[in-house]
Structure formats: structure tokens, C-alpha cells
């Protein structure tokens, strides 16, 4: 099993910054690819940006000039920096991990709880 543990959520102004992390842990060979993916009230859930083991990145229109993604293998850690922030970009933001298991070599999706981003004045 692996688990992926969200954390860096808040309430922010418009304008304001939040930079949201992805710790993964557990049964881990290697993580093939994170995403961040986000869902509003009523709303279906998005894709807001992704990066694969190499490092190649893709956005959601929405997303790009504002947000960063980024990881850290060492730490098996993907960042989300978000700038710019607009209340539209209000959501529960999930982390989506693309992992290779130790156990049997096979990948498996997993997702974290998520985290709630509120932006308001």
C-alpha cells in the first residue's frame, strides 16, 4: 500500500500564494508520474497540473503563469505553488500518484484526501 498525505491548504485573499505538498510513503518502487487535481462544489473533479519521474510538466489552461509544479524525488514529494490566486480556484485539491509497487512491480493509481483551498477577501 501507499499512502499520499496533502498538506498546505488555507484560506488566502485574492492575489495571495498557498503551496500545497505530496508526501508519499509506503510500498513504493518508484512513482511514475503525479498530478494535482482539483474539485469545486458542484463541480466535476479537474485536472490542474501534472509531472511525470522525468520531470516534463503539463497545466490546465486554467493553471498556467500562475501555478508551479514541481517534485522532489528524495523525498518523494510534489509541490504545488500557487500564485495569483482567484476565488474560481477555490476547491478541494487532490494529489494523484502513478506508483510502481516493491511488492509485485505493478503500477497502481492511488489518491490522496485531499486539501481545502479557499480563496477569499
Known amino acids: 500500500q501507499v499512502q499520499l498525505v496533502e498538506s498546505g491548504g488555507g484560506l488566502v485573499q485574492p492575489g495571495g500564494s498557498l503551496r500545497l505538498s505530496c508526501a508519499a510513503s509506503?510500498?513504493?518502487?518508484?512513482?511514475?508520474?503525479t498530478a494535482w487535481h482539483r474539485q469545486a462544489p458542484g463541480k466535476q473533479r479537474e485536472l490542474v497540473a501534472s509531472?511525470?519521474?522525468?520531470?516534463?510538466?503539463t497545466y490546465a489552461g486554467s493553471a498556467k503563469g500562475r501555478f508551479t509544479i514541481s517534485r522532489d524525488n528524495a523525498k518523494e514529494t510534489v509541490y504545488l505553488q500557487m500564485n495569483s490566486l482567484k476565488p474560481e480556484d477555490t476547491a478541494v485539491y487532490y494529489c494523484?500518484?502513478?506508483?510502481?509497487?516493491?511488492?509485485?512491480?505493478?503500477?497502481?493509481?492511488?489518491w490522496g484526501q485531499g486539501t481545502q483551498v479557499t480563496v477569499s477577501s
Open positions: 509531472i511525470t519521474s522525468g520531470g516534463r510538466t
Open positions: 494523484k500518484a502513478e506508483v510502481v509497487s516493491d511488492e509485485d512491480l505493478y503500477e497502481y493509481d492511488y
Open positions: 509506503g510500498n513504493i518502487f518508484n512513482i511514475v508520474g
